[in-house]
């Protein structure tokens, strides 16, 4: 097959079995602050008459959450935490926060906090640093997460839970998975023209999603959004941005993109590829026990697919971007200490950890990964040990919108490819000061 359209401008293991049903979690949420009644964007979960302090945390993953705080309310008895679930949306999740720091209220002591909102809640103050906790996290949780809890190379909270991106490929079609992005779009189009289906199903939408699979390709070119000290937009050094805006946009015009790719959303992709009519697809954890068939459900690909880790574009490593969740300290809680102190064991402890593992929720603690028997729960480990975190900057849900308006349309060929580049990276600058 001769050379691929982006080389013009640019040089350039698979796991197998059973999975647990990984849920999706890089979008978390919240609700309204606590009071005496209980209303639909949130409630507590009433695990103590009289608590010492609250956790403020999604209820999407409510019973995993419940059993973590249950444990830590056998183990400290006279220190009894409750938890107030937020309502199921990250736009309501934060706005709760933010209602209850903004009106002094002080009602949550922890906040689960999305991996993208710590230099937020930083920059105004609303969480205490973390710095000095540093060293007992270093090497126990992954490294990603641990980017992900900190503002300018200063810890605002420790990692808590996590997810990663598998790549996911038809074994009856393709022999090995590939490791560069070159080899998934030959063999990709090789098989889908032979098979008569669509070479690659993933998040296409004007979404967060597309946001993140083009950071995918963008870090595995080796590109980074901003400095080590987080002070200065790298976006457009090096050819980064712009090896993954062509691969993008060539795939497009070349149909290695499915029918209706720009405007699919993680299940319109897994159906798809379900149905048995996609090559490769990118996608979270949670769709493998929907494809092999578990729970009744109907899968023209069970026992014909595998997962592996994305790819690259030099063939080294992997690349994914890091979902989950980080707690955090309120600059409001009158029991800071004991906050502290909660959100380290959150951290650490290992049978805490192994809860998440049980309910299917990604751990960050690294040693959960080693211990584990099932070999695509073990490679999830290493995927999330390369993974990167989107930048925690003030300003990335406004970044975010403007990669949205401006790289979308590039990808369909509306808008010209340089300017969307040269609009995100004055976007990066201004999300350093919370614009």
Not at 108 to 120: A, H, N, R, S, Y
Not at 172 to 196: F, H, K, Q
Not at 311 to 318: A, I, K, L, V
């Amino acid at each position: 097959m001769s050379a691929l359209p982006w080389h013009r401008r640019h040089s350039w293991r698979a796991g197998g079995a059973t999975l647990a049903a990984l849920v999706l979690t890089l979008a978390t949420a919240c609700g309204e602050p606590p009071g005496d009644e209980p209303d639909a964007e949130g409630e507590s979960a009433g695990l103590a008459d009289d608590p010492q302090f609250v956790w403020a945390v999604t209820g999407a993953d409510r019973q995993i959450h419940e059993d973590v705080a249950r444990l830590w309310n056998e183990n400290n008895p006279d220190q009894q935490v409750d938890v107030f679930f937020l309502a199921p949306t990250a736009d309501e999740q934060r706005q709760a926060m933010f209602q209850d720091l903004q009106s002094q209220a002080g009602e949550f002591d922890v906040l689960g906090l999305d991996v993208i909102w710590t230099g937020e809640f930083a920059e105004f103050g609303y969480i205490e640093s973390l710095e000095d906790m540093r060293g007992d996290i270093d090497g126990v949780s992954l490294p990603g997460a641990i980017d992900s809890s900190q503002w300018q190379q200063e810890l605002f909270a420790l990692p808590y839970s996590s997810n990663g991106a598998f790549l996911y490929y038809r074994t009856d079609l393709v022999d090995e998975p590939p490791t560069t992005w070159e080899e998934l779009y030959e063999t990709g189009m090789e098989a889908a023209e032979e098979e008569g289906i669509a070479p690659f199903v993933g998040q296409g939408d004007q979404y967060e999603g597309f946001v993140v699979s083009f950071l995918e390709m963008f870090w595995s070119a080796d590109g980074e959004l901003f400095d080590e000290a987080q002070e200065n937009s790298t976006f457009l050094e090096g050819d980064a941005a712009e090896t993954a805006m062509d691969f993008l946009i060539e795939g497009q015009e070349n149909g290695f993109f499915a029918e209706g790719y720009d405007s699919m959303v993680e299940d319109d992709a897994r159906a798809l590829f379900q149905a048995g009519e996609a090559v490769y697809m990118r996608n979270w954890p949670y769709a493998v026990p929907l494809l092999e068939g578990e729970d009744g459900e109907e899968s023209a690909v069970a026992g014909d697919f595998a997962v592996a880790p994305l790819p690259t574009f030099t063939g080294e490593g992997s690349t994914s971007a890091l979902g989950g969740l980080n707690n955090a300290v309120s600059s409001l809680s009158e029991n800071k200490d004991l906050a502290r102190e909660f959100v380290l064991w959150a951290a650490t402890d290992a049978e805490a950890q192994n809860i998440l593992a049980g309910h299917s929720l990604p751990p960050t603690m690294l040693s959960t990964y080693d211990e584990a028997d099932d070999p695509n729960f073990e490679l999830l480990g290493e995927i999330l040990a390369e993974a990167d975190a989107r930048p925690p900057v003030p300003g990335y849900n406004s970044l975010s919108l403007v990669m949205q308006d401006n790289l979308h349309p590039a990808f369909l060929g509306q808008q010209d490819a340089d300017s969307a580049l040269e609009a995100v990276n004055n976007a990066a600058n201004d999300a350093l000061e919370g614009e």
